[in-house]
């Protein structure tokens, strides 16, 4: 198939890969452009929480060999909910159960969760060859008969027979394709991720924990964490935790989400400095290297828009559907993305007229209902508010 023009991939997320992995096992060729220069080069993001309908996409993609070192990736903590805890005293709040698109499968009753770094070598297996890097993709142009990626130098990718914009939540094939009408919004709220050693979650115990604060004045701030069975008294094993706020208690200084290390792990201690003994060791002994910044956003509320269909381009993932980290449906969807699109290119021998509309036809309804849900959630937990006429795009 050496004369067969491939599908070209802006980014090398995570449903980026995934639809690399499908698309390899077809024997459809792909190139994969993305901007960074290696899968380390800047911080990975919190720890990934997988619903039945995530793991059954997933399966559903990988070879049986790569599929098994990616479920023995993953960690398995028991119990389908999360225990609720006052930060500041200590005291258990409540229990929840999961939301039902974050109960695990086959009734194993347990949490599945994998970091996403650990997600994204794994899914890169085998397509190592087929990723170009330091390629910034900034547009693209039609041909008699493809199309081509444009790079943030000017230059031009060999021609392909399908782009998919997977570049994430700045996407501009995303911006380009639907004419603007994609949009993501910047929330507000704002967050931190940080690691400590499996020792300092020993206060805590096996499961999935939400601490909160709702004494500062300006707003709340919570962490939510999991603890996994086996490794707490380990030290050589980091657990990680995820810190949100309300808009307005975490900023980053001038509003630079690329600050990685010491001032994110400060501004995390400081907001944690009144929290109950228990809970000080995840900040006290975190690996100040490994915390960062991040932003909160949301693709438009109300769902995915519908922009007219060019079939040899579409888009994957946060680039059509970022969410907010509530609910953990974010990842769940992008890989569903990547099972159905890469299943109907395989049906369809490759790019062939029809594929894109009726991947986005299909995308549209699972991804609306996702948006929607995990925004719901996040006005609760985040005290976040979009109104898509006026809130800011990012």
């Known amino acids: 198939m050496a004369d067969v023009k491939p599908v070209l991939i802006a980014g090398a997320g995570i449903a980026s890969l995934l639809l690399a992995q499908s698309l390899r ?21 919190y720890r990934l929480r997988l619903s ?8 559903a993609v990988l070879d049986d060999e790569t599929w098994q070192r990616f479920w023995d990736a993953c960690g398995k903590t028991g119990g389908l909910g999360f225990a609720s805890f006052n930060a500041v005293t200590g005291e258990r709040t409540e229990h929840h159960l999961l939301p039902p698109a974050l ?10 969760g994998i970091s996403r770094g650990d997600m994204r070598r794994i899914f890169a297996q085998g397509c190592e060859d087929n990723i170009e890097w330091a390629k910034q993709v900034t547009g693209y142009e039609l041909t008699a008969d493809g199309v081509r990626a444009i790079f943030a130098d000017g230059t031009r990718s060999i021609e392909g027979s399908l782009l998919v914009g997977g570049e994430g939540i700045y996407s501009k094939v995303a911006k380009q394709l639907s004419g603007g009408k994609l949009k993501v919004y910047d929330t507000g709220a704002r967050g931190i991720h940080g690691q400590a050693p499996s020792t300092a979650f020993k206060g805590l115990g096996e499961g999935v924990f939400r601490l909160r604060d709702d004494t500062r004045p300006d707003g709340a701030v919570f962490i939510i964490t999991n603890v996994r069975p086996g490794e707490m008294d380990d030290p050589n094993v980091s657990f990680g935790w995820t810190m949100g706020g309300h808009p307005g208690v975490i900023r980053a200084p001038n509003d630079d989400y690329t600050i990685v290390g010491k001032t994110a792990a400060d501004m995390a201690k400081s907001l944690t400095q009144n929290w109950h003994p228990r809970f000080r060791p995840l900040f006290d002994d975190m690996n100040e290297s490994e915390a960062a910044f991040w932003k909160i956003t949301c693709s ?15 888009v994957i993932g946060d680039a059509v559907h970022s969410m907010t980290p509530a609910g953990g449906i974010g990842a769940n969807t992008a890989v569903r993305d990547s099972a159905l699109l890469g299943r109907l290119l395989r049906e369809a021998g490759g790019c062939s007229p029809g594929v894109t509309a009726i991947y986005e036809k299909e995308m549209r309804v699972y991804a609306s209902e996702a948006v929607r849900e995990s925004y719901s959630i996040a006005v609760k937990q985040f005290g976040v508010s979009i109104d898509e006429e006026t809130s800011l795009a990012v």
Do not use: Y
Not at 30 to 44: C, G, H, N, P
Not at 52 to 59: T, V, Y
Not at 103 to 112: A, F, H, N, P, Y
């Open 103 to 112: 109960v695990s499968r086959q009734g194993e009753g347990k949490t599945i």
């Open 52 to 59: 039945s309908e995530g793991l059954d996409a997933i399966q």
């Open 25 to 45: 096992r077809s024997n459809i060729p792909f190139k994969i452009f993305e901007r960074d220069a290696s899968f380390v080069f800047r911080a990975q993001g």
């Open 300 to 314: 438009t509320p109300s769902g995915v828009p519908e922009w007219p269909n060019e079939p040899r381009v579409t």
